[in-house]
Structures are given as C-alpha cells and as structure tokens.
C-alpha cells in the first residue's frame, strides 16, 4: 500500500507531531501541499489530509489544495485530522467541510481523527495558551492506532 500525508503545520508543530505518528505504520512521508503535484496522488492507496483548526476551519493551503485537485480517475481512500485547542464540538465536525470537497474528487473517506493541541490565538495568549503539552504521548499513541487501523487487513483482499 502507497500512502502519502498532505499537512499543514504553521504555530507550534501540533499538527505535524500527529502527522509524523500516523506516517510511521503507514510508512508514508509527510508533506505540505506545495511539495505535492496534485496528479501525483492518483499514484496512491491512501491519503491523509490534516492542518490544525483556525477559527472553527483547517487551513487556507489545504483547503485551496483540495480544492485543485483533479477528479480521480479511479477512487483513492483518505482520512482527515485535525488539531485543536477546543474540544470539536459535535454539532460542528472541524473535519466535516473537508471531507465534503474530497468526496465529490473521488476519495472515499475512511475516516477523521482530532486532536488537542497548545493553542496561543487570543484570548488564550493572555494566559500563555492552553494545552501546552499536547498532543502529548497518549494523543501520539492514539494517532499512531488510527493510521493501523487504516491498513489493509491481512487476507481482505484490499
């Protein structure tokens, strides 16, 4: 299986820390979107696609990536993920909009994870931020058991 992680990572490396977790049993490389052609995705089994939320929303660069991507000409699975230093509200998915402009490219989406992570955007640079040790070994762990379970299963034929 052939796996490539699409990431966007700009405060304090939350994202790329959670990125860099699920490349490992994936055994994929972590890249921006700039450092991707597009059509080079095709060449894919499986896509990650994540930034950390700003104000409610991924990234700009990964959503206009998304966005420019070509129609597959054949489906390609991907995930979503996320970091945050809110708690996703269920209502909202931050991960939902994306998986939304992916789908109608001709991903099926496997699946979304979120996490926490040290947040600075005001107000809660008053206080030095929150989450200031996070994603922490237990949310690398979690990332890490996500992208497994991402894998083909032994004998499924996929």
Do not use: Y
């Not at 490349?23 to 060449?43: G, K, M, R, Y």
């Not at 990650?48 to 597959?72: E, I, N, Y």
């Amino acid at each position: 299986m052939k796996a490539v992680i699409v990431c966007v990572s700009v405060s304090h490396g939350n994202t790329r820390r959670i990125a860099e977790a699920m490349a490992q049993p994936l055994a994929a490389p972590v890249v921006e979107p700039e450092e991707l052609d597009p059509a080079d995705l095709a060449d894919h089994d499986l896509v990650g696609f994540g930034s950390g939320v700003f104000t409610g929303r991924l990234h700009p660069r990964l959503r206009d990536f998304v966005r420019a991507l070509p129609p597959a000409q054949q489906p390609s699975r991907a995930f979503v993920f996320a970091t945050s230093g809110l708690p996703e509200p269920g209502f909202r998915p931050f991960t939902r909009p994306l998986t939304r402009l992916l789908q109608p490219k001709g991903f099926e989406v496997a699946g979304s994870f979120t996490a926490r992570g040290h947040d600075t955007w005001l107000p809660f640079k008053l206080v030095g931020g929150i989450n200031k040790h996070r994603p922490d070994a237990r949310d690398l762990a979690a990332a890490r058991a996500f992208a497994t379970d991402l894998l083909p299963r032994p004998g499924s034929g996929s």
